[in-house]
């Protein structure tokens, strides 16, 4: 199958041009390549590449810049998206747009659902859901793949910062009043190459099965890592982030168990695999 993967040289959209051009005709584009929010530009790229899937990865994810960004986080989320929809619309491919569980605002208090309504709290949280709300409205044939607290090999993320900061042997402090649940890149790969083909379009989460706090994560992380380093609980005031965040943005796979079934791995083997991987 030929493919586009938007944003390829990031986190996701690295790993899914290694795995996939095994077996498919993969082309990723970068900002250097084609830029999203530029919709002939867009257009243009998408009919060259005739693609008939397109994993759009490319996004703003700087979600505490985004509260004094606010046009940027818009005009790359949403007008960006919107410009893939309609450059895929042309070309008859099919889409997968990545979301993000920062659509909820928490107050539920139990795991969310795909048919749960969004409200989103900050600017990157609501130029996430109004993307979602143009796929949705402007292509038939699409996949939206909510996603949280993403952990992969080729970019930052949280497991490396832990890492990294561990290294002094000075405790940590790490906020605990937030629970959700990490996506590890790897298994969520694995379950789009299972759904992807059935052509079973909607909307779907996709995170790791169990939920913890960021600070039962960073003890994880360093247990499994085998690291004797103190950390501290501290609130989310305390940590004094420019963005609103959700306290509770646990996403049940509730799509994903009833379509194919859900075989995302609980968040701690998912954090070991990924531990051993970089090994």
Same mark, same amino acid.
């Given at each position: 199958?030929?493919?586009?993967?938007?944003?390829?040289?990031?986190?996701?959209?690295?790993?899914?041009?290694?795995?996939?051009?095994?077996?498919?005709?993969?082309?990723?584009?970068?900002?250097?390549?084609?830029?999203?929010?530029?919709?002939?530009?867009?257009?243009?790229?998408?009919?060259?590449?005739?693609?008939?899937?397109?994993?759009?990865?490319?996004?703003?994810?700087?979600?505490?810049?985004?509260?004094?960004?606010?046009?940027?986080?818009?005009?790359?989320?949403?007008?960006?998206?919107?410009?893939?929809?309609?450059?895929?619309?042309?070309?008859?491919?099919?889409?997968?747009?990545?979301?993000?569980?920062?659509?909820?605002?928490?107050?539920?208090?139990?795991?969310?659902?795909?048919? !749960?309504? #969004?409200?989103?709290?900050?600017?990157?949280?609501? &130029?996430?859901? $109004? %993307?979602?709300?143009?796929?949705?409205?402007? @292509?038939?044939?699409?996949?939206?793949?909510?996603?949280?607290?993403?952990?992969?090999?080729?970019?930052?993320?949280?497991?490396?910062?832990?890492?990294?900061?561990?290294?002094?042997?000075?405790?940590?402090?790490?906020?605990?009043?937030?629970?959700?649940?990490?996506?590890?890149?790897?298994?969520?790969?694995?379950?789009?190459?299972?759904?992807?083909?059935?052509?079973?379009?909607?909307?779907?989460?996709?995170?790791?099965?169990?939920?913890?706090?960021?600070?039962?994560?960073?003890?994880?992380?360093?247990?499994?890592?085998?690291? !004797?380093? #103190?950390?501290?609980?501290?609130?989310?005031?305390? &940590?004094?982030? $420019? %963005?609103?965040?959700?306290?509770?943005?646990? @996403?049940?796979?509730?799509?994903?168990?009833?379509?194919?079934?859900?075989?995302?791995?609980?968040?701690?083997?998912?954090?070991?695999?990924?531990?051993?991987?970089?090994?």
């Amino acid at each position: 199958m030929r493919i586009l993967i938007t944003g390829h040289k990031g986190m996701l959209g690295s790993e899914l041009m290694q795995t996939l051009r095994r077996e498919h005709d993969v082309t990723g584009v970068d900002l250097q390549q084609m830029d999203v929010t530029d919709l002939e530009w867009t257009r243009s790229t998408v009919q060259d590449a005739r693609p008939k899937l397109i994993y759009h990865t490319a996004s703003y994810n700087a979600v505490d810049e985004a509260e004094t960004e606010k046009d940027l986080a818009f005009k790359v989320n949403t007008i960006g998206t919107r410009n893939i929809v309609l450059a895929a619309r042309d070309a008859g491919a099919n889409l997968v747009f990545f979301s993000t569980d920062y659509v909820f605002d928490g107050a539920k208090g139990a795991p969310y659902e795909e048919w !749960d309504t #969004p409200n989103p709290l900050g600017v990157y949280a609501r &130029s996430k859901a $109004a %993307a979602e709300w143009i796929v949705r409205t402007l @292509l038939r044939r699409h996949y939206i793949v909510r996603i949280s607290w993403l952990i992969g090999h080729n970019g930052p993320n949280f497991v490396e910062t832990i890492l990294k900061k561990a290294k002094s042997r000075q405790p940590l402090r790490v906020v605990n009043d937030q629970t959700g649940s990490p996506t590890f890149v790897t298994e969520l790969i694995d379950q789009l190459q299972r759904l992807v083909p059935t052509r079973a379009f909607g909307t779907y989460h996709m995170s790791n099965n169990g939920m913890c706090t960021w600070y039962e994560l960073a003890k994880a992380v360093l247990e499994e890592s085998g690291l !004797d380093v #103190p950390v501290r609980p501290i609130t989310t005031q305390q &940590s004094r982030r $420019a %963005a609103p965040r959700p306290r509770y943005s646990y @996403l049940r796979n509730a799509m994903l168990e009833l379509t194919i079934g859900d075989r995302m791995l609980p968040w701690r083997k998912g954090l070991k695999r990924y531990l051993a991987k970089r090994k």
